[in-house]
Antibody, heavy 115, light 112 residues
Framework: EVQLVETGGGLVQPGNSLKLSCATS????????MNWIRQTPGKRLEWLAQ??????????SYLESVKGRFTISRDDSKSSVYLQMNNLKEEDTAIYYC??????WGQGVMVTVSS | DVVMTQTPVSLSVSLGNQASISCRSS???????????LSWYLQKPGQSPQLLIY???NRFSGVSNRFSGSGSGTDFTLKISRVEPEDLGVYYC?????????FGSGTKLEIK
């Protein structure tokens, strides 16, 4: 069974940082393209970042508006993908989902940016 | 960025009837590799989005054959035949042909 489990969410003040983790199982992670997607309080879905597999040199793409603040990374030995988020803003408040490009999503983790 | 325009915003359908949702993209979703990377997701209340249709017309594993996707280029349709109570939720189209990947704004299906 494919599983993706996000952790690391919570309440953080504007300007601070947070690192999300996504532990996976049930598929060959090393060949998987992984993404982070968020859902705003208004239910809008927004793709944030993608990291390809080793055969594609772990190529990374970002949504322009988070480039420079968010960093996606992966550890194939742990079947995990991460999202480092710096200089957080109130508009980053959302549910953050880890997804496998084949169509599977985690349950999501809530990030609230507020003073 | 590719804008995905979904209509209608909401849909109220009687049980057993058909529902149809449209998704139009601002650019063709035909990739240079010949595939059209258009997917449909359903987000049931309190859950993560779940994949229904990929490559515009292919049903994902375990998805009921009451769901069908069609279309090409910039115009796509999701049809749900014989609507059942468990079909309620918000439907999203999603393109992953062009970066950045983008979603439609969603169509809320309610049972009449």
């Amino acid at each position: 069974e494919v599983q993706l489990v996000e952790t690391g969410g919570g309440l953080v003040q504007p300007g601070n940082s947070l690192k999300l983790s996504c532990a996976t199982s049930g598929f060959t992670f090393s060949t998987a393209w992984m993404n982070w997607i968020r859902q705003t309080p208004g239910k809008r879905l927004e793709w944030l970042a993608q990291i390809e597999d080793k055969s594609n040199n772990y190529f990374i793409s970002y949504l322009e508006s988070v480039k420079g603040r968010f960093t996606i990374s992966r550890d194939d030995s742990k079947s995990s993908v991460y999202l480092q988020m710096n200089n957080l803003k109130e508009e980053d408040t959302a549910i953050y989902y880890c997804t496998w490009s084949s169509g599977y999503w985690g349950q999501g983790v809530m990030v609230t940016v507020s003073s | 960025d590719v804008v995905m325009t979904q209509t209608p915003v909401s849909l109220s359908v009687s049980l057993g009837n058909q529902a149809s949702i449209s998704c139009r993209s601002s650019q063709s979703l035909l990739h240079s590799d010949g595939n059209t990377y258009l997917s449909w997701y359903l987000q049931k209340p309190g859950q993560s989005p779940q994949l229904l249709i990929y490559l515009a017309s292919n049903r994902f594993s375990g998805v009921s054959n009451r769901f069908s996707g069609s279309g090409s280029g910039t115009d796509f349709t999701l049809k749900i035949s014989r609507v059942e109570p468990e079909d309620l939720g918000v439907y999203y189209c999603f393109q992953h042909t062009h970066l950045p990947l983008t979603f439609g704004s969603g169509t809320k299906l309610e049972i009449k």
